[in-house]
Nanobody
Framework: QVQLAESGGGLVQAGGSLRLSCAAS????????MGWYRQAPGKQRELVAT???????NYADSVKGRFTISRDNAKNTVYLQMNSLKPEDTAVYYC???????????????WGQGTLVTVSS
């Protein structure tokens, strides 16, 4: 089994910063990509940012220039540095990882439990 542990959410005023962390653990052979998604009540989950093992990144247009995704492959951990936060960034942020398990070389895709980010105006 592979599990994700998220942390770093909280309440912040507009213009402030937060850093989210997500650590993967368990029977991991290789993680191909990790990413962050967010979902507000009544809204569909949307992509925020992704990063591959090789370091290629992809960002939603709404966060480009403000958010930075990074990864520590040795620790199987992904980070999301969020600067210049806006009220519209308020959502539950979910970490995602996909790769190959060391148990029978099976593909896996897992989600974290979510961490709430609230940005006040």
């Amino acid at each position: 089994q592979v599990q994700l542990a998220e942390s770093g959410g909280g309440l912040v005023q507009a213009g402030g910063s937060l850093r989210l962390s997500c650590a993967a653990s368990g029977s991991i052979f290789s993680i191909n990509a990790m990413g962050w998604y967010r979902q507000a009540p009544g809204k569909q989950r949307e992509l925020v940012a992704t990063i591959t093992r090789g370091g290629n990144t992809n960002y939603a247009d709404s966060v480009k220039g403000r958010f930075t995704i990074s990864r520590d492959n040795a620790k199987n951990t992904v980070y999301l540095q969020m600067n210049s936060l806006k009220p519209e960034d308020t959502a539950v942020y979910y970490c995602n990882a996909e790769g190959m398990s060391s148990d029978f070389a099976r593909y896996f895709e897992v989600w974290g439990q979510g961490t709430l980010v609230t940005v006040s105006s």
